[in-house]
């Protein structure tokens, strides 16, 4: 089987989440705190141990990481406390 390029880019597609939910709040602040890191979301989910797919699933308010994930998550995305991680109310 051929790929053209349109192939090329087999990431999932973006679903934006709601953010009227504090799911959909903090899915849209874990993206932001990625690409202030400047870090792909390939490249995201390489240190953190996880699959592309599990980084779509946070980003897009799907799921959240797991409460153990919680310190890596912070020190890869270089941030001083876990707390800045979450979405003010």
Not at 40 to 65: D, R
């Given at each position: 089987?051929?790929r053209n390029a349109e192939d090329k880019d087999m990431s999932p597609a973006?679903?934006?989440?709601?953010?009227?939910?504090?799911?959909?709040?903090?899915?849209?602040?874990?993206?932001?705190?990625?690409?202030?890191?400047?870090?792909?979301?390939?490249?995201?989910?390489?240190?953190?141990?996880?699959?592309?797919?599990?980084?779509?699933?946070?980003?897009?308010?799907?799921?959240?990481?797991?409460?153990?994930?919680?310190?890596?998550?912070?020190?890869?995305?270089?941030?001083?406390?876990?707390?800045?991680?979450?979405?003010?109310?």
């Open positions: 089987m051929t973006r679903k934006e989440p709601d953010t009227s939910t504090y799911a959909g709040k903090f899915a849209v602040r874990l993206r932001s705190l990625r690409e202030k890191a400047e870090l792909t979301p390939e490249q995201f989910a390489e240190k953190m141990g996880v699959t592309i797919w599990t980084v779509y699933h946070w980003e897009s308010a799907y799921s959240f990481p797991k409460v153990e994930q919680l310190a890596l998550l912070s020190d890869v995305l270089g941030l001083k406390s876990v707390r800045t991680l979450f979405p003010e109310k």
